[in-house]
């Protein structure tokens, strides 16, 4: 699988930087943070989730919207425990966990300094901490051999906490398309190959979880699974899903250079893959997974057929053929999406009066589209004006009215935000019904009649989302 392994060099954004904006500006906050926060759960602000709802809209529209064979499903989190003993979960659901025998703290074996380069066969051998002299990167304390530990978060249904109340919090929610594989197929008539798409939250207990919204214990996933004839069919699946799924980030604005493929080893491979290609992103913190493309064969269908005894089969009418269809599936995360066009959009630029930070979103992932601003905020009929301005734009788009600083000012915090386009009213617009636009990215600034800035805005989001 070729890689592109062109270096872009470090990253323009560190870490701290973006955590540091997405606080202060209202993207992501750490939870229950007055009770001094919970590990690896984020909230998302008002702008953050403006920003993640665009992001699953534009998975959903490339998903769902412009495509003839692919349809919706909304299934629940929790689901029937056998789903998740079939599925393989309860099995074999789990990482490699070490415990220092000092602190206490656990570690995942597989992101240990020292372990690098090694396969997932080297990493299952038990006496691995002792042949490499391993030990606890926090206090060089002894490490326990490793045991798996099941990601999966239990919890009871019903009154009685007892061992036959157990349910799990889905891990992934793929397993809804497939139990549902049925009643989709029959309810929207479709023929194989077709597509399931669903988004929702899914939930990991992460040994090792961080990097901010990267890895954590509760998150969204945005997952596809296409039902294709066995063998052939399914190769030839992946091997069209690979490059659209690359070329999706590329579309909302992800600088190319920053993603690659990689790979799974036949060791490293899921319990369910048959062949698995991850989409990376060039993180702050390294090349890390975005998304992944799976071939799942018949592994799924044919599980839940042979565990619950329904009849999982398609029949093809034009082969008079009965079989169970195989997977490719298309398994991003919203959050990690949502993650990576915050780092890719971040610029910050010299100019001569000091340094501009600007988030170059692209429009439709931008929280806001449009900030209606006053030039001279004491003038009732400006602000009025504006505010005409604001309440028709806001009928299609998100709009922002903002007064609180001079002009200059209201642009570098538009700017900072993703905000593609700012309308300004000044003094002259009262007498020649006109207004300035200035765009986000080139700071150029021109002359609209207030009658067709609606009109130019919503022309250049479409030939943005065309682009
Ligand atoms: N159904 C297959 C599946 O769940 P996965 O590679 O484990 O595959 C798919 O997860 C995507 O979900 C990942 O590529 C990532 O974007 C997202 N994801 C997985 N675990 C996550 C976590 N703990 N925090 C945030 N996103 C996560």
Redesign the pocket.
Known sequence: MPVAETDPGPSVAKLETIVSLAKRRGFVYPSSEIYGGIN?VWDYGPLGVELKNNVKRAWWRSMVQERDDIVGLDAGILMHPQVWVTSGHVGSFSDPLVECDTCHRRFRLDELPGVEGLSATELQDEGIVERLGLVCPVDQGPLSAPRRFNLMFKTHMGPVEDEGAVIYLR?????GSYVNFKNVQMSSRKKVPFGIAQIGK?F?N?IS?GNF?????E?????MQYFVRPGEAATQAFDEWLPARRAWYERYGVTPERLRFREHAPDEL?H?AKK?I??EYRFPFGWK????V?NRGDFDLGSHAGASGENLEYFDPVAEEHFIPWVV?A???????AFTFLIDAYHEEQLEKGTRVVLRLHPDIAPYKVAVLPLLKKRPEIVELCHTIKGDLQKDMMAVYDDTAAIGKLYRRQDEIGTPWCVTVDVDSLEDGAVTVRDRDSMTQERVPVENVKRLLMDRMAAAREA
């Open positions: 690896a891990p992934e929610t793929a397993q899914s990991r992460e979880p919204v990267f890895r954590m214990r998150f969204e996933q945005m997952e899921a369910y698995a991850d989409v997974e975005l998304e992944g799976h599936e398994a991003a995360g919203a959050d990690r999406a």
